[in-house]
């Protein structure tokens, strides 16, 4: 095949998930490719990771290949993939030397070349990672500047930035929402932890993996636990009477930017996120601005692919208007580090 010819057309650019597809010509991709967001800081020597997809209701077998960063080195970035019709497959590599850097984010080239079809895929990595520290729950999140990883997404012209910390007795998270009108009955931040191993289901008699939050009118409620049918989720679930014990949600409001602080004890999770540094868990976050932009989906800043969504991702309840479509699943990968400096 002949790669001189490639003209790197961009067929396919979503500015919030930050992936382009460059693709030589107008035909379907055999495969689609993301990388594996990087769970402790690069410069630890992460294990990372590739998932192909075979698009196709045929075989498949390529070579493909990751260009890291420069002055980056793995145990591996070139590999022979061989899919059956359909499957999913994914690819561990060791990231051996890494440097960091300020934003975070880190520009990888995956290229997939098999079935007659070069397909290459720009993505924008991201650090998803929960560095040790223990916030004051006060709605000043100073100290979340320099010590937190910010992730960062755009919905319809509006910023979201999430950040997390961990500490012995809590999972802690601030959102920046940007909105033109604060409903502090209505607006919320929905949140996921999982194990590192969870999926979520596609029938409804399979288990939640998740422990599932709701943050609204300043308080956080549970509205799922791990072993809960995922067709129950489907339907709106009032709030329960009372907030999770021990939790702890500030929330203020700035020009056009609502900060939400928040904690929740990290015991009742202990089995499935087994915090220590180090370890990758599950992780996502929903935002509720129905007098603004509607759901916001931090699924995006992960690259995701075809078959992403997901209509059990996430729980429903009442007071949330959630889309018809099917949502982002709300499992992304995270981890648990020591710090960042
Ligand atoms: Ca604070
Ligand atoms: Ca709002």
């Given at each position: 095949m002949s790669t001189s010819k490639i003209a790197i057309t961009c067929v396919l650019v979503t500015a919030a998930c930050m992936c382009v597809t460059l693709a030589e010509?107008?035909?379907?991709?055999p495969v689609a490719l993301r990388a594996h967001n990087?769970?402790?800081?690069?410069d630890t020597g992460p294990v990372s990771g590739l998932t192909v997809v075979n698009l196709l209701d045929t075989a498949y077998s390529g070579k493909v290949t990751v260009k890291l960063p420069s002055g980056w080195k793995a145990d591996k970035t070139t590999f022979d993939v061989s899919l059956k019709p359909r499957e999913t497959k994914h690819i561990p590599f060791a990231l051996e030397k890494a440097i960091a850097r300020k934003t975070h984010v880190y520009p990888y080239i995956i290229t997939a070349v098999g079935g007659g079809q070069t397909v290459a895929v720009e993505q924008q990595v991201i650090c998803a990672t929960s560095p040790y520290v223990k916030p004051k729950?006060?709605?000043?999140?100073s100290e979340w500047l320099e010590d937190a990883v910010p992730v960062t997404f755009v919905c319809k012209g509006k910023k979201t930035v999430v950040r997390t910390f961990w500490n012995k007795r809590n999972y802690c998270l601030s959102v920046e929402v940007q909105e033109d009108k604060f409903d502090p009955g209505a607006d919320a931040i929905q949140f996921a932890l999982a194990s590192g191993k969870a999926s979520t289901g596609k029938l409804p008699n399979d288990k939640t993996a998740r422990h599932e939050f709701v943050v609204v009118g300043g308080k956080c409620y549970q509205i799922a636990k791990p072993g809960t049918p995922l067709g129950d989720t489907q339907k709106p679930a009032n709030l329960p009477a009372e907030p999770v014990a021990k939790a702890e949600v500030a929330v203020k409001r700035e020009k056009d930017i609502t900060r939400y602080e928040i904690s929740v004890p990290i015991r009742p999770m202990r089995s499935e996120l087994?915090?220590?540094?180090?370890r990758e868990y599950r992780f996502g976050v929903l935002v509720h601005d129905p007098d603004g932009t509607g759901v916001r989906e931090m699924g995006l800043v992960a690259a995701p692919l075809p078959g992403a969504c997901n209509k059990y991702a996430w729980s429903k309840w009442v007071g949330a208007k959630f889309p018809d479509k099917p949502l982002l699943d709300s499992k992304l990968e995270w981890g648990f580090c020591t710090s960042i400096h």
């Open positions: 010509d107008a035909r379907t991709p990087i769970v402790v800081p690069p729950i006060d709605g000043d999140i087994k915090p220590t540094t180090g």
